[in-house]
């Protein structure tokens, strides 16, 4: 039987509980050893089983008690996904994750983006009616100028008018 095994530590910001335990688990972080084992003569990643053991803390009352809470990855995923969006939208914490990529990055300073624009866009925030007037009239008359080069890769190859 083939057996991977990776430990970890899981940081959860409130306390949070988990499916099957009727214990509130407090804040802090916890050792988290995953253990992925194949059945014998099992080849397909599909017939795989996981298993979680989130080492608890000691209680008070029993302070040398050490204890090991076997739950599913996708109970403890989902525990940790809510620790996540506690005091948080959606779309903040996408946002956050999105602007530590550092590929997005590359294609924000290629694309001409700010974060500000992209903080703005996500936000919700909306632009005054002058804001939304004041770049059209100003790009009318640039309009076939910045659109010269993209034209000109798009019909790289094509035949001209003249020939």
């Given at each position: 039987m083939n057996e991977l095994v990776r430990k970890?530590?899981?940081?959860?910001?409130?306390?949070?509980?988990?499916?099957?335990?009727?214990?509130?688990?407090?804040?802090?972080?916890?050792?988290i050893e995953t253990e992925l084992c194949s059945p014998p003569d099992e080849l397909h990643p599909e017939a795989w089983k996981t298993s979680v053991a989130v080492r608890l803390h000691s209680r008070a009352s029993h302070p040398g008690?050490?204890?090991?809470?076997?739950?599913?990855?996708?109970?403890?995923?989902?525990?940790?996904?809510k620790d996540k969006l506690t005091g948080k939208d959606l779309a903040e914490i996408f946002l956050e994750e999105m602007l530590a990529d550092p590929m997005v990055r590359l294609v924000m300073e290629a694309d001409g983006v700010s974060e500000m624009q992209l903080r703005q866009l996500y936000s919700g925030?909306?632009?005054?009616?002058?804001?939304?007037?004041?770049?059209?009239?100003?790009s009318a008359g640039k309009l076939p100028q910045e659109n010269t080069p993209i034209q000109a890769a798009e019909n790289e190859g094509m035949p001209t008018q003249g020939e």
């Open positions: 970890s530590i899981a940081v959860f910001a409130q306390p949070f509980s988990l499916p099957g335990f009727d214990e509130t688990l407090p804040a802090g972080e916890y050792d008690l050490a204890r090991t809470l076997t739950v599913s990855l996708a109970d403890l995923d989902d525990a940790l996904a925030g909306r632009a005054s009616q002058t804001d939304k007037e004041a770049p059209d009239a100003a």
